[in-house]
Structure formats: C-alpha cells, structure tokens
T-cell receptor, first 112, second 114 residues
C-alpha cells in the first residue's frame, strides 16, 4: 500500500528551530517533496530530495533516507510568517506514469 | 511569467448538478495534475494530463473526469455532485510531469455543494 505519515500539529517559538518528520511507505520511489501551504492559499514548493542526504536552502533544509523511508524538514530562525501547514509528498514510481502522493500535512504554529 | 490560473475561484452548486473547472498552466508547461483537498483527507490526486492524454489517474469514481486541450489548458468535470464533493480543487502544472522536480499550484477553486 501507500502511506505517508507526518505529525498533525506542532508548535514552536519565534527564533527557534523546528524539525518536521515524515515517514513513507510506497510501492516505488522517485523523489520526495516538501510544500508550504498558508491557510486559504495554494501549496508552494519548498524542496525536492531524490538522493540520500541533506539539502539546504536558506533557513530551510530537507533530509532524506531512502533505506529508512524517512525525511525531515528543518526550519531555522523561525519567523511568525512560517506559521503554515507543511506537506510531505512522495513521487510513487511504481507504474510507468508516476504520481505524487501527499501526506495530510503538519500544521505549524509559531508563538512569539 | 504568469502563474497557474484557475477559474472560477469559488462555486456553489446543489446536489445532482454538474460542474466544470478550468486550469491554465504556466506557459510552456505541458503537464497538468488535478488534486482534491479536504480537511479530512488532505490532498488527493485526481488525474494528470500530458499532451492531451490522461497519463495517470487516482482512486476517484467515474463522476470525476477531465481533459486537456492542445494549448495545455485543462478542465475537470464532476457530474451528479454529492455533498462530499465540497472541497478545494487544485491544479498544478509542470514542464513534462513525471520526471520533473516540482509542480506549481494554482490558487484553487473552492466548491461548495449544498
């Protein structure tokens, strides 16, 4: 089957660091995405990992371990505007035409 | 470069009616994917179109259908609407779909079925 798990909600303090975990079980694998979605808005692309390791992009970093079916998104120097839902998504490459499967999202609240 | 556009942005329908939603991808993008987003189920894949052909399909009933035109614009249709079809419908475009690293989402169409 196909399953993507991430925490439903998290809370962190402005200026701090937060790590959002994602575990997945899919028939195939051809990349993992992280998206940010503010309330009432469309998701926006944050990162893409297809090989193991850490990808850093400014205040955001994403890590992937394919053998463990595990990824995390690390947000540093948190700002109030980082309050949003963070969606983990996996490209399942089981068939010739792959599709992207989304987790339910982690709602992150930043407190002053 | 203009982003992904979707029309209409908001729609109210009653049970049993049908609805057509439209999506215009980023210029040059040939792949359009459609998703349904609800608070309970999250983002669920409906289908993907590439060069006017449906390339992949999610686990939705046949009431949900779509098509893509030669200019890559796409429409999705839902017939015999049910209350549970109330959701945010998002489309996303990418250059070639399956092996591209990212999709760009439109603002969505919020559908309310009464």
């Amino acid at each position: 089957g196909q399953n993507i798990d991430q925490p439903t909600e998290m809370t962190a303090t402005e200026g701090a660091i937060v790590q959002i975990n994602c575990t997945y079980q899919t028939s195939g694998f051809n990349g993992l995405f992280w998206y940010q979605q503010h309330a009432g808005e469309a998701p926006t692309f944050l990162s893409y990992n297809v090989l193991d390791g850490l990808e850093e992009k400014g205040r955001f970093s994403s890590f992937l371990s394919r053998s463990k079916g595990y990824s995390y998104l690390l947000l540093k120097e948190l700002q109030m505007k980082d309050s949003a839902s963070y969606l983990c998504a996996v490209r399942d490459a089981d068939s010739s035409a792959s599709k992207i499967i989304f987790g339910s999202g982690t709602r992150l609240s930043i407190r002053p | 470069k203009a982003g992904v556009t979707q029309t209409p942005r908001y729609l109210i329908k009653t049970r049993g009616q049908q609805v057509t939603l439209s999506c215009s991808p980023i210029s040059g993008h040939r792949s359009v994917s459609w998703y349904q987003q609800t608070p309970g189920q999250g983002l669920q894949f409906l289908f993907e179109y590439f060069s006017e052909t449906q390339r992949n399909k999610g686990n939705f009933p046949g009431r949900f259908s779509g098509r893509q035109f030669s200019n890559s614009r796409s429409e999705m249709n839902v017939s015999t609407l049910e209350l549970g079809d109330s959701a945010l419908y998002l489309c996303a475009s990418s250059l070639a779909g399956a092996n591209q690293e990212t999709q760009y989402f439109g603002p969505g169409t919020r559908l309310l079925v009464l």
